[in-house]
């Protein structure tokens, strides 16, 4: 393919926050917490005023602002006050390390400002790398978009991704997963399920794509200059470099650009302000000048990460609950239809509203991000996985009490036409044994009749009693999973 012509710019500002979502193993949310405490890291919440600047380097985000950003019900979710409480329950890492990306064509130094480990129910959890490029006179758009590409792959299967190395602490990497996940996060990734679906009661479904973390960057170049749309373009497609070191554009049609970045861009600050979104990818690009890319900044690591944060929470949650309704066999699994019933009543009750900032950009950015997403669809499948199962349910309870009826009444029809009072006498005070084995083939049968009536009645009493108290056991876990997952029992 003919490469289109690239105007180089250099940049003055890039930042990346790296999100991977993972799965906790099933009941280990109360072990987690100490042990993120023990090592450092500390429980996020807006009235921690001290910790603004404390995980984003030169830069700083304002409490106050996402306080007032977000609908008061959103930020009971988003920022819950205690440890106790359902919601998102992020821990934060302060690390500022310097490291350097090596790759077959160049290096680039970058420095890891802070680590997070977001909570969340159904076993689900977000870790979050936040990066930021080292400036020098070197650093453009092509290298800052191929440093973005080339760390957020986990598992390296090209050519290119399997020479990438990370220099960091004095040692090296051969793999970002190795960096990443055992070097970064050390301390809890036993706790952790990326790949295994058997250790997690909800399905995990890690990846957006094959073993590669989502991005949100910021990238800012100098006020004097511009951007084309082919450097948006090559920003949210993350097209970095090509195999001869040059800046690589993934399409070569403008039309099909122009119209990719109006489908999925927010057009409002433009031209000197990009907000674009894909399904791996959030950038925002600017020009600005410094104060307001001070501003930009606040807003991308505050308001827009949590937005972000919460569409990602969405749309994985949908997924698991669509992984689970296909893995479920309906005619065996029983306990789990009625646990996908109560998550999905769970989810729509507890975590999915259709707004969440009280100012009109965030409202909007948000919504896009829900197109992008496409999760009004996945709710609507949710809502029909729902009806199914209920339609399901229904339709087995009309059977079993059908069948029950059936039983109770054949006794009781039996009962009266036999009348029981014929041998029920027999059994009252001292019981004439040799009288019982005199009876004739009539009293037999209702003998029969009558204890196995009795039987039966015994069976199912405890059979209910033990059906109540499972159930009661089982709801408590599916609170603890759907609502109140990631807490630890107060006290």
């Known amino acids: 393919m003919q490469q289109m012509k690239v105007r180089e710019k250099s940049v003055d500002v890039a930042l990346f926050q790296f999100i991977l979502p993972f799965s906790f193993k099933a009941g280990t949310e109360k072990d987690i917490i100490p042990i993120l ?59 500022n ?6 790759t077959d064509l160049i290096k680039i130094p970058f420095q890891i400002l802070s680590i997070d480990i977001n909570l969340c ?39 290119r991704d399997l020479q990438t190395e990370i220099e960091c602490d004095g040692k090296i990497f051969k ?19 990326l790949k295994d679906p058997n250790k997690a009661h909800f399905k995990p479904f890690p990846f957006f794509e094959d073993a590669r973390m989502y991005v949100q960057s910021f990238i800012s170049i100098k006020e004097t200059s511009s951007y084309d749309l082919v450097d948006v373009y090559r920003g949210v497609g993350l ?32 031209p000197n302000t990009f907000f674009t979104m ?3 990818s959030f950038i925002c690009m600017t020009n600005e000048n410094s104060e307001k890319v001070t501003q930009l900044i606040s807003q991308v690591y505050g308001e827009f990460y949590y937005a972000l944060l919460l569409n990602l929470f969405h749309k994985i949650v949908l997924l698991k609950i669509a992984h689970s309704f296909a893995d479920l066999n309906i005619d065996r699994d029983e306990k789990e239809m009625e646990r996908l019933i109560y998550a999905i009543n769970s989810f729509t009750a507890n975590y999915f509203f259709s707004e969440i900032a009280s100012q009109s950009q965030g409202r909007d950015i948000y919504n896009h991000l829900r197109r992008i997403f496409n999760i009004e669809l996945l709710y609507n499948d949710a809502k029909q996985t729902l009806y199914s199962l209920f339609k399901y349910q229904e339709n087995a309870n009309t059977k079993k009490d059908s069948l029950l009826l059936l039983i109770l009444t054949l006794y009781s029809v039996i009962g009266q036409m036999f009348g029981m009072s014929v041998v029920i006498g027999d059994f009252a005070g001292k019981i004439n044994w040799r009288h019982i084995l005199n009876y004739n083939p009539l009293e037999y049968f209702a003998l029969f009749v009558a204890m196995s009536g009795v039987i039966v009645s015994l069976i199912l009493g405890f059979r209910n009693i033990y059906q109540w108290s499972t159930e009661r056991q089982e709801r408590k876990k599916w609170v603890e999973q759907t609502v109140l997952s990631s807490t630890k029992d107060k006290g």
Request: aromatic share 16%; charged share 25%; proline share 4%.
């Open 37 to 95: 405490l023990k090592d450092d890291y500390k429980h996020f919440q807006l009235k921690h005023e001290e910790d603004e600047n404390r995980y984003y380097g030169q830069f700083c985000v304002s409490h106050q602002d996402m306080r007032s950003y977000f609908l008061p019900f959103t930020n009971k979710i988003l920022f819950p006050s205690s440890e106790y409480e359902k919601g998102i329950q992020r821990y934060s890492k302060a690390l």
């Open 97 to 102: 390390i310097h490291g350097v990306l090596m």
């Open 121 to 159: 129910p159904y076993e689900l959890g977000f870790l979050t790398i936040r990066t930021e490029l080292m400036n020098s006179d070197d650093l453009t758009i092509s290298n800052a978009t191929e440093f973005a590409a080339r760390f957020r792959v986990l598992e390296p299967k090209n050519k």
């Open 175 to 193: 793999q970002v997963s190795h960096f990443v996940l055992d070097h970064l996060y050390q301390s809890v990734m036993k706790y952790f399920t």
């Open 239 to 270: 097209c970095g470099l090509s195999n001869e070191g040059k800046p690589y554009v993934s399409a070569n049609n403008l039309p099909y650009i122009t119209d990719y970045l109006q489908k999925h861009s927010y057009h409002r600050w433009e």
């Open 278 to 280: 894909e399904e791996h």
